[in-house]
């Protein structure tokens, strides 16, 4: 099936200017502590079809939306730019990927840009993963011309079989760049966080003590209100088969010390049977509490300190196994599981199931009183109201979504990605 199509009106509304600052959708989930909420979007109580787009590969990474521009990255390493209007601005290629032969597993062909960029610092910044050298490199482009103003390779150790799936996130002056390993766990690879300043220098590592323990969740890194890094890792044991902080939340200070951890009682038990802890990022909350999930499908509200092996406050079944990244509005986290959209009402120390919508679904945004977001498979974009999880709107994107699609949201515009393409869409 080919992706929906529109006759090309440019329709006239308030995306013919560049968007104001506090409506930009510059990182993954649009902030840094990956809250998933579009500030001053209106509720959408319907959805209208306004362009889409083909791109040259699989769009893995979520849009990013800043100064009236709409950017999409492949797995073909090009960043597109187009105007809010649908008019290509630029197209960048940095260079030929990785087929998918060149690797000894993993299930992305061919693997090039995974991770969503961020906007920081005047740059578009992007890590592709190039066929020549089997590199990681870190681009940073401008966001208005696409040409690249900066070149510096971020790999980790055995970089063949790292892959850096995880959205970048920039702060502290720096860009974070995390790395797990390919859909398979085959050879040697560990959870890693490089990071370089936005101007290319400084290069910093975390290496994780485990084995495997990859940080793999698509929202990679989020930062907490102190400008402390939280990761989640995956299965992993360290070489004497004890605990090396695989199947764990760790925080991390700006410079990638460790300083706090938590874990589940059966860490072990789960790095055994592939059950990752690591499948969304961890969530922080008011009150310095982090909420986490996994493959499990628990929930585990973690005290400030994080609590350490089987410190958490509360802990509770959310549903068959969460993947992708919630979205958090208070009182509500949006979960996106397996089996359904769940709603988790915040109180206190404690959470509660409040609605669900039944089937599986992808990484949810808040955008005034409504939830946003894809059904992964054949790609149909949902509205649901937020109190309840009533619908209110749908929109078939006519083409198979990637893993864990992402949608981004800038005033009343919706972008949401579709297999080798994106569509977009505004509010009723």
């Known amino acids: 099936m080919q992706l929906l199509k529109l006759i090309p009106v440019v329709l006239l509304s308030v995306f013919g200017t560049p ?59 090009t960043i597109y730019a187009y105007t809010t209007d649908g008019r290509l601005v630029f197209r960048r290629h940095f260079g030929a990927p990785v087929p998918g032969s060149d690797l000894p597993c993993g299930n992305i062909d061919p693997s090039g840009i995974t991770a969503t960029p961020v906007i920081a610092a005047g740059r578009v910044f992007v890590v592709a993963f190039l066929k ?36 970048l ?3 502290h002056g720096r860009i974070y760049v995390p790395y797990g390993g390919l859909y398979g766990d085959c050879g040697p690879y560990r959870g890693v966080v490089v ?37 989640a890792t995956g299965n992993g044991a360290a070489s004497g088969g004890g605990f090396a902080f695989g199947n764990s939340v760790i925080r991390l200070s700006p410079t990638l010390s460790r300083k706090a951890y938590w874990a589940p009682t059966d860490w072990s038990a789960l790095s055994s049977s592939d059950t990752d802890v690591g499948s969304v990022e961890p969530l922080p909350l008011p009150g310095g509490r982090v909420l986490q999930s996994g493959k499990n499908g628990l929930g585990y509200l973690l005290t400030p300190g994080l609590g350490g092996i089987g410190g958490e406050a ?23 599981c397996t089996d359904s959209l769940v709603a ?85």
């Not at 590199?135 to 690249?148: E, F, I, T």
């Not at 400084?202 to 939280?230: F, T």
């Not at 509360?314 to 996106?336: E, H, N, T």
């Open 169 to 171: 996130l920039a702060d």
């Open 314 to 336: 509360f802990k509770q079944r959310i549903c068959g196994g969460a993947y992708g990244a919630p979205a958090v509005s208070a009182p509500f986290v949006l979960m996106p």
């Open 344 to 428: 988790v009402r915040i109180t206190g120390d404690r959470f509660s199931v409040a609605w669900r919508a039944d089937g599986q679904a992808a990484t949810p945004v808040i955008a005034g009183d409504t939830v946003l977001y894809v059904q992964p498979g054949g790609g149909r974009l949902r509205a649901l109201r937020l109190s309840d999880g009533q619908p209110r709107a749908s929109q078939d994107l006519n083409s198979g979504a990637t893993s864990f699609p992402a949608v981004a949201v800038s005033g009343d515009l919706v972008v949401a990605t579709a297999g080798r393409g994106f569509a977009v869409f505004g509010g009723a």
């Open 19 to 77: 968007a104001a600052a506090q409506a930009d959708w510059p990182t993954y989930q649009g902030a840094n502590n990956r809250a998933g909420v579009a500030s001053g979007a209106p509720a959408f109580t319907g959805l209208q079809p306004r362009f889409a787009r083909r791109v040259d590969g699989q769009v893995y990474a979520q849009p990013l939306i800043s100064g009236g521009r709409i950017y999409v990255a492949t797995e073909n390493n």
């Open 195 to 231: 990071s370089v300043t936005t101007s290319g220098g400084g290069k910093i590592a975390y290496v994780n003590p485990a084995r495997e323990a990859g940080i793999w969740a698509p929202g990679g890194l989020s930062e907490e209100p102190s400008g402390d890094l939280l990761v």
């Open 132 to 167: 020549r050298g089997h590199r990681h490199v870190l681009y940073g482009v401008d966001p208005a011309s696409g040409r690249v103003v900066l070149r510096r390779v971020v790999d980790p150790a055995n970089r063949i079989v790292q892959q850096q799936r995880g959205a």
